[in-house]
């Protein structure tokens, strides 16, 4: 059985991209102090460790988790069930963008397509009350948002520039109270639904 050490090394030492350390201890923190956070929906399984790790934050916490990859869903569903989490955390495979639910979240964790965050929000805005939260994760991206010197690669610049306009208009929309944590992780805002 792969402890949740193996898991994160393991999806470090293979490029599966999982949650930076600092960014993932502000995201359980974050849980931690806000003790009415109990249904998170988290858009990015990848192999299941920041599910595993949230759920693990209360035994009172569910997590359903979206994932668009076949293998890494399969690999996800593998690792939840090895740490005996299958009863609260629901992976479900599929486009985020396409997922519906009636139920309403009181935390929803963004860490999928960086260029579709935009779309995220505005699709599950319908699944949170006022006191809701979204938690946006990379939305520095290497740094390289803010300089883009840092890459001369044209597919990453176009979703650096998305990733910034989107981190503008998170900040300005009055439908939600932002902060950006620009230090932690790689760039992390939290808004709250008004």
């Given at each position: 059985m792969k402890t949740i050490k193996n898991i994160h090394d393991s999806a470090r030492e293979n490029n599966i991209p999982i949650m930076l350390d600092d960014g993932m201890s502000f995201l359980l923190e974050?849980?931690?102090?806000?003790?009415?956070i109990r249904d998170i929906l988290e858009c990015g399984t990848a192999v299941g460790y920041s599910a595993i790790r949230m759920a693990s934050v209360r035994w009172d916490i569910t997590v359903d988790t979206l994932e668009i990859d076949?293998?890494?869903?399969?690999?996800?569903i593998r690792n939840i069930d090895e740490q005996h989490l299958s009863g609260r955390i629901h992976c479900h495979l599929c486009d985020a963008a396409q997922y519906q639910t009636d139920r309403i979240y009181?935390?929803?964790f963004i860490d999928a397509a960086k260029s579709q965050?935009?779309?995220?929000?505005?699709?599950?805005?319908?699944?949170?009350v006022p006191g809701s939260v979204f938690l946006f994760d990379n939305l520095n991206f290497h740094g390289i948002v803010d300089d883009p010197a840092l890459s001369e690669n044209r597919s990453t610049l176009q979703m650096t520039r998305k990733i910034l306009k989107f981190r503008d208009h998170i900040l300005a929309d009055p439908r939600f109270h932002t902060e950006f944590y620009n230090d932690r992780g790689d760039g992390i805002a939290v808004a709250e639904v008004l």
């Open positions: 974050y849980i931690r102090t806000h003790e009415r076949p293998v890494m869903y399969t690999e996800a009181d935390l929803i965050y935009r779309r995220y929000l505005e699709h599950f805005l319908r699944n949170t």
